[in-house]
């Protein structure tokens, strides 16, 4: 008789299936096993997110035991027969069964992530004017926040807190339609939970977040619940960055040097530092100064050889500088000292908490040797979209082994009807017609139609479709339909969503203007960038 087991994984990411190899022996009694309490792995990157089913590695755990019971199966055997279909479930295990045993690992299960929101985003205004900074739309088909989001997912960190203040709607709504792991029934630790700004009793309670430090305080009463009595590290993430890293990594380095607290840094050009916290570290790695956005003199002061990083002496002379990515790791007695005691009133990390306690306790660097962009601006915005579309490109979403997930919206594929399309990206569920797009990131929904000329452009897309019978309605009632119309040419633009942009429109900016606001229109420009702002109308035959 075979026996079978089945997994099954409801989430909004998933729908998995996993099946045992055949044996001789009888079956045990129930076909499908669920676990009512979590088994003690640390290393699950995926399973402990599926918090009312039984997680992939509880479930391998189990029926590796049963089948050294009860079938006298080796590990090697059970995965010599499982077939093909179900390698990427071997490899977990295979990762959980055999751990390395060289040093003490840093265990999962004691991390808890912080993703900071944003502020008010005024420098990414217009895209902010109606939502968060995290929730801002990036290639073609993800927000801001799926980046950090996807970063914890893929390495095990499945204790997430999420602050919000300002425009946090649509966040909001992301996030539950993207993160919701739990429906009643939760049989893992973990957990996505959004903490919204909010008044409370006293006259310090009436204020609302002052900043990244005073947002962590307003909620540091949540570290000490009975649910984070584990919790030995806090991870402190910005929601706005885009970036793919192993925090665990971060965790272990953290963890072997003894830390108090480690910042995540990258060496950047002279151009980019004065935008940033710098530091200067010892050859133990050691931050020794840290200064926040600094200026003449004070910027001078912070240069370092940083060919003692490992880097080139050509790139060494271009990248003086060492900045901080905004990324930190805090024990959690420390972190709980410095909010509450140390630095009571203070609001930020990056200008206040951090150069204090580099006078006081054991800050660490940790060296970051990838892509990392910090989307802080209009333009840093537009080139980190356009620079997806490089061959090859510095950062790309479509990695098999660290995916970057974001809200499933089971649209069709792409129709593409007699187009010249170069360097460019198209999401999913678009139609373009008969039209020329190059070095353009096109998004999900958008409708490009004959003769269109679409160069160096982000279009974010649109939230719904609109038929042919509609469009030909509200064409026949002297209005615009959604998307892109026939004949129109755009240059060097940010379009976003369910923008109406009419017939034989060009949208080039040959003055080269570098800032303006036609509000009234929803036109803005912002270094040399036009800017269709969110559901605006270009009427047809208009220059801009």
Same mark, same amino acid.
């Given at each position: 008789?075979?026996?079978?087991?089945?997994?099954?994984?409801? /989430?909004?990411?998933?729908?998995?299936?996993?099946?045992?190899?055949?044996?001789?022996?009888?079956?045990?009694?129930?076909?499908?096993?669920?676990?009512?309490?979590? +088994?003690?792995?640390? #290393?699950?990157?995926? /399973?402990?997110?599926?918090?009312?089913?039984?997680?992939?590695?509880?479930?391998?755990?189990?029926?590796?035991?049963?089948?050294?019971?009860?079938?006298?199966?080796?590990?090697?055997?059970?995965?010599?027969?499982?077939?093909?279909?179900?390698?990427? @479930?071997?490899?977990?295990?295979?990762?959980?069964?055999?751990?390395?045993?060289?040093?003490?690992?840093?265990?999962?299960?004691?991390?808890? &992530?912080?993703?900071?929101?944003?502020?008010?985003?005024?420098?990414?205004?217009?895209?902010?004017?109606?939502?968060?900074?995290?929730?801002?739309?990036?290639?073609?088909?993800?927000?801001?926040?799926?980046?950090?989001?996807?970063? +914890?997912?893929?390495?095990?960190?499945?204790?997430?807190?999420?602050?919000?203040?300002?425009?946090? #709607?649509?966040?909001?709504?992301?996030?539950?339609?993207?993160?919701? @792991?739990?429906?009643? *029934?939760?049989?893992?630790?973990?957990? $996505?939970?959004?903490?919204?700004?909010?008044?409370?009793?006293?006259?310090?309670?009436?204020?609302?977040?002052?900043?990244?430090?005073?947002?962590?305080?307003? @909620?540091?009463?949540?570290?000490?619940?009975?649910?984070?009595?584990?919790?030995?590290?806090?991870?402190?993430?910005?929601?706005?960055?885009?970036?793919?890293?192993?925090? !665990?990594?971060?965790?272990?380095?953290?963890?072997?040097?003894?830390?108090?607290? #480690?910042?995540?840094?990258?060496?950047?050009?002279?151009?980019?530092?004065?935008?940033?916290?710098? !530091?200067?570290?010892?050859?133990?790695?050691?931050?020794?100064?840290?200064?926040?956005?600094?200026?003449?003199?004070?910027?001078?002061?912070?240069?370092?050889? #940083?060919?003692?990083?490992?880097?080139?002496?050509?790139?060494?002379?271009?990248?003086?500088?060492?900045?901080?990515?905004?990324?930190?790791?805090?024990?959690?007695?420390?972190?709980?000292?410095?909010?509450?005691?140390?630095?009571?009133?203070?609001?930020?990390?990056?200008?206040?908490?951090?150069? &204090?306690? $580099?006078?006081?306790?054991? $800050?660490?660097?940790?060296?970051?040797?990838?892509?990392?962009?910090?989307?802080?601006?209009?333009?840093?915005?537009?080139?980190?979209?356009?620079?997806?579309?490089?061959?090859?490109?510095?950062?790309?979403?479509?990695?098999?082994?660290?995916?970057?997930?974001?809200?499933?919206?089971?649209?069709?594929? =792409?129709? $593409?009807?007699? +187009?010249?399309?170069?360097?460019?990206?198209?999401?999913?569920?678009?139609?373009?017609?008969? +039209?020329?797009?190059?070095?353009?990131?096109?998004?999900?929904?958008?409708?490009?139609?004959?003769? *269109?000329?679409?160069?160096?452009?982000?279009?974010?897309?649109?939230?719904?479709?609109?038929?042919?019978?509609?469009?030909?309605?509200?064409?026949?009632?002297?209005?615009?339909?959604?998307?892109?119309?026939?004949?129109?040419?755009?240059?060097?633009?940010?379009?976003?969503?369910?923008?109406?942009?009419?017939?034989?429109?060009?949208?080039?900016?040959?003055?080269?203007?570098?800032?303006?606001?036609?509000?009234?229109?929803?036109?803005?420009?912002?270094?040399?960038? =036009?800017?269709?702002?969110?559901?605006?109308?270009?009427?047809?035959? =208009?220059?801009?």
């Amino acid at each position: 008789m075979a026996l079978a087991a089945s997994l099954h994984l409801h /989430s909004p990411l998933h729908h998995l299936r996993f099946a045992l190899p055949s044996s001789p022996h009888p079956p045990p009694p129930p076909a499908c096993i669920r676990l009512s309490a979590p +088994c003690r792995v640390s #290393t699950a990157p995926l /399973s402990a997110f599926f918090g009312d089913c039984l997680s992939v590695s509880c479930f391998l755990c189990l029926k590796l035991n049963v089948f050294r019971k009860r079938h006298r199966f080796s590990c090697t055997k059970t995965r010599r027969a499982a077939s093909a279909s179900t390698s990427i @479930f071997t490899d977990v295990a295979e990762k959980i069964v055999s751990p390395t045993r060289e040093k003490a690992q840093a265990d999962t299960r004691t991390v808890v &992530a912080v993703i900071l929101g944003g502020g008010a985003g005024t420098r990414l205004f217009p895209l902010t004017n109606n939502r968060a900074k995290a929730a801002v739309p990036i290639g073609g088909a993800y927000r801001l926040i799926d980046v950090p989001m996807s970063n +914890c997912i893929n390495h095990g960190i499945n204790k997430v807190y999420i602050l919000t203040q300002f425009n946090s #709607t649509s966040l909001n709504r992301h996030l539950a339609r993207t993160y919701n @792991f739990g429906n009643g *029934v939760n049989f893992s630790d973990g957990f $996505v939970e959004v903490l919204a700004a909010t008044q409370t009793p006293g006259e310090a309670g009436m204020d609302w977040f002052q900043g990244s430090a005073d947002a962590v305080r307003q @909620f540091v009463w949540l570290f000490e619940d009975t649910k984070n009595s584990n919790i030995d590290n806090i991870l402190i993430l910005s929601g706005d960055h885009l970036y793919r890293m192993n925090f !665990m990594d971060f965790v272990q380095k953290h963890k072997e040097s003894g830390a108090d607290i #480690t910042i995540s840094c990258v060496p950047v050009e002279d151009r980019r530092a004065p935008n940033y916290g710098l !530091m200067k570290i010892n050859n133990k790695g050691r931050v020794l100064f840290f200064s926040e956005k600094p200026k003449g003199d004070d910027l001078k002061a912070m240069e370092m050889d #940083t060919t003692t990083l490992g880097l080139l002496p050509e790139e060494a002379k271009r990248r003086r500088y060492i900045a901080s990515m905004g990324v930190y790791i805090f024990k959690k007695d420390i972190l709980l000292k410095l909010l509450r005691w140390r630095f009571p009133t203070a609001n930020n990390f990056g200008s206040e908490i951090i150069p &204090a306690s $580099v006078k006081e306790f054991n $800050v660490q660097a940790y060296l970051f040797h990838d892509y990392w962009e910090d989307i802080g601006t209009i333009q840093s915005f537009y080139e980190a979209n356009l620079a997806l579309t490089a061959q090859p490109s510095s950062f790309h979403f479509y990695d098999a082994t660290n995916p970057t997930y974001t809200s499933p919206r089971f649209l069709p594929p =792409t129709r $593409v009807n007699n +187009c010249k399309v170069v360097n460019s990206i198209i999401s999913h569920g678009c139609f373009l017609r008969e +039209c020329f797009v190059e070095h353009s990131v096109v998004g999900i929904r958008s409708q490009i139609k004959n003769g *269109v000329e679409l160069k160096d452009t982000v279009m974010l897309g649109a939230d719904y479709y609109e038929t042919e019978a509609d469009q030909e309605a509200i064409i026949s009632q002297g209005k615009v339909p959604l998307g892109i119309g026939q004949n129109t040419k755009i240059r060097n633009c940010i379009i976003d969503k369910n923008a109406r942009i009419g017939k034989n429109v060009e949208i080039t900016n040959l003055q080269n203007v570098q800032e303006a606001d036609i509000s009234s229109n929803g036109i803005y420009i912002r270094s040399g960038i =036009t800017i269709i702002s969110k559901n605006s109308t270009i009427k047809d035959g =208009t220059v801009i």
